[in-house]
């Protein structure tokens, strides 16, 4: 039995600025978009009457509101399967990231979270009761044929999905030039489009 609360419920409106959500109409009707400070889908949908400090309350014709994950994350159901780094969202919708990883069964207190305090740094481990799931980022991966720099700045040639390294300041690779697909660059990842003059 679930009586998972809405995400929105208990905040305010600011509170919800930034946050970007998939709001369903009692009609049928369905829009995606950003919150403003007001609660609202900037310039296009009136989702409560509140605004600024006011309780985030939707609108009557408003049959639900929800999270839309950010393209440029996976999500991660498994609380055991969180890393640092990893953003911990809480079943109230509120996300923070993970600074530390406790895997012990004896306590309910898998994750330490970053919160915001008057003390720099300060951390506090959440009980697993309030884990909805995780997001992580996915790497950025080469996404079309030509030259990239990987995170440590070597080139890679990319052409039908398949990645050769093709030089790095080392020169590690000497002459062997083996061919990975571009699935496979993972840990060398972030890449980002080498420009001619960087080549």
């Not at 530390?100 to 898998?110: F, K």
């Not at 990319?158 to 496979?184: K, M, N, T």
């Given at each position: ?175 062997q030039r083996e ?17 001619a003059v960087e080549?």
């Amino acid at each position: 039995m679930s009586s998972e609360k809405p995400f929105w419920e208990g905040k305010t409106c600011k509170e919800m600025a930034g946050l970007h959500i998939k709001v369903t109409f009692k009609n049928g009707d369905v829009a995606t978009g950003v919150a403003d400070k007001n609660g609202d889908i900037k310039s296009a949908y009136v989702l409560t009457l509140g605004m600024g400090d006011d309780l985030f309350v939707p609108k009557a014709d408003i049959e639900s509101i929800e999270l839309v994950d950010d393209p440029e994350y996976e999500r991660i159901d498994d609380i055991h399967d969180v890393c640092t780094g990893d953003i911990f969202v809480a079943t109230n919708g509120n996300r923070f990231s993970v600074v530390a990883v406790d895997d012990d069964d004896e306590t309910d207190c898998t994750l330490a979270v970053m919160v915001q305090a008057e003390i720099p740094d300060f951390h506090d481990w959440m009980f697993n009761s309030s884990f909805a799931y995780a997001l992580r980022r996915k790497p950025k991966l080469p996404n079309h044929d030509g030259l990239w720099l990987d995170k440590d700045d070597a080139i890679w040639q990319v052409c039908d999905h398949q990645a050769v390294p093709v030089y790095d300041d080392a020169d590690e690779w000497g002459f062997q030039r083996e061919i990975f697909l571009v699935s496979q660059l993972v840990q060398h990842a972030p890449f980002r489009p080498a420009k001619a003059v960087e080549a």
